[in-house]
């Protein structure tokens, strides 16, 4: 079973940005899709980002389009996110997941997480 090692949060100002990573304890597998999810104290956990191992297609939340990218690098068994532009409403506990159900939303298609990486954004 993969572990994943989400690294990159911390406190930042609003417009500000960060780089989310999240490491590989194997190789990920061609068919799988990984995405990142986030949530919020007392909130549900939202669906982010999720990309396609083997053709990079991405699909992101209209919450964060335009704002965050989803990218992986297939050598390194990493996957990132890139957010700019950060508001307020971003704070949260940011979690990689890995899914071999294609670009699904659900958290709950998701069987392997990591541990989660604490993004503050102040005002």
């Known amino acids: 079973q993969v572990q994943l090692v989400e690294s990159g949060g911390g406190w930042v100002q609003a417009g500000g940005s960060l780089r989310l990573s999240c490491a590989a304890s194997v190789r990920i597998s061609s068919e799988y899709f990984m995405a990142w999810f986030r949530q919020a104290p007392g909130k549900e956990r939202e669906f982010v980002a999720v990309?396609?191992?083997?053709?990079?297609?991405?699909l992101h939340a209209d919450s964060v389009k335009g704002r965050f990218t989803i990218s992986r690098d297939k050598a390194a068994n990493t996957l990132y996110l890139q957010m700019n532009s950060l508001r307020l409403e971003d704070t949260a506990v940011y979690y990689c997941a890995q899914s071999g159900r294609p670009l699904t939303r659900s958290p709950s298609q998701y069987r392997d997480w990591g541990q989660g990486t604490q993004v503050t954004v102040s005002s």
């Open positions: 990309i396609s191992w083997i053709t990079g297609i991405t």
